[in-house]
Every structure is written in C-alpha cells, then in structure tokens.
C-alpha cells in the first residue's frame, strides 16, 4: 500500500540495519476493527536487499472493498510543521489559544494544529478518543507499550476548513483526494507503531 524510506521521513523510528517501510493491509473492511491485527503488516527491510523491482506489482486476488485499493501514485515527500491539537495541550494553554481564536479568523484547528491528508508520523488526529472521559492511550497488543503515530490515511488531504495545507504545486480545484481511498465513510484510518519494537503489529485506528 504504501512504501517509505528512511531518506526520505528521517522522523520515522526504523529499526537499526534498516531504510526501507512498507506497508501492507488487506482491502477489506476488517481494516477499520481489527486492531494490531495481521490485517496491516509492517515490513522493515534495507533498500539494497531489494534486488529487483517489479515493472507491474501484483495485484490482489480478491478485494472486498475496492475504496481500499489506492490508486497507483509516486509519493513527494514534504516535511511540513504542525502543532498538537487542543487536547494534547496543557490546560492553561488551550485555554489561551482558544480565547485568540475565539473569532474564528485564524482557525488554530483547522490551519495550524494536525496537517490532514496522508502523512507520516506527526501529531496523532485530534478526534482520538474512545469515551468521554478524554483522549484514548492506543497500546501495543504484545507489550502494552504507547503506540506512536506511524502513518496517517485521511479521506482527504485538505477541505474547506483546512485549505491553507493545500500544497502549493497544486491549482484551485485540484483533487484533494489523489489517491481515491476512502476508509467508511469518510473516516481517517490511523496506524500507530510500537515505540519499545516497531516490528509488533500496529494498533490501527477509525476515526
């Protein structure tokens, strides 16, 4: 589904002897429940261990959902800066953030907090909770540790509210969904990798 290099998102916590992500799920709706699951599997591997590269990578043999199945695209990575949402904030701090934005003009969420779209690593998604008693602390299955944010699926990578992330390289009315993946409707899939050993299985998030 996705592969990345250690060149290319230096933030991402590869194991040592490694350089090369990738990573893999299965197109069916499983995705959205089954966390730390074998439906999304991790595989670290050095670069230079990948012989040869397939002109046409197989495709699956079956797909239960076909939103699941990215279109085929070449990745640009940019390193952009973010800040934590309200509720990653000390108290005191989001109170004060809130009554500067209280207008509505600057949009703290929307414009500065939590870039949307596809992304890797970065502030977790700032609707991660699985009560109402506050945000969730997503653990490994196998040693329990926090998991970190890994990789981020978004249904979009801006929209109205968050139209000042719209890269720049891209015209008014460009698509803001490239890669045509849609995880229920319109959710942001989330996977979160394993501080302690990023080899165990991610927890995976619906949002």
Known sequence: MAQLYARDVPGLPFPEGTDLLQVLWCPFIDIEDQSGSEAVQLRWRRAADVAEVLVSPPEPAYVGTSELVPLPCVLHP??????PAAH?????LAGRIHRWDEDGATGYRGAL???????AGGWAAPFTFRDSGGPAELRCARCSVVGEPLLTCDYTEWNGETESWRPVEEAQGASATPTEVTVGSGYTLQFYACPADPRHP??????
Not at 113 to 119: D, L, M, Q, R, Y
Not at 202 to 207: A, G, I, K, N, S
């Open 78 to 83: 940019e390193q952009v800066l973010e800040y």
């Open 88 to 92: 990653d904030l000390d108290p005191e």
């Open 113 to 119: 907090s939590v870039a949307p779209g596809w992304k």
């Open 202 to 207: 991610p927890v995976t998030v619906l949002q």
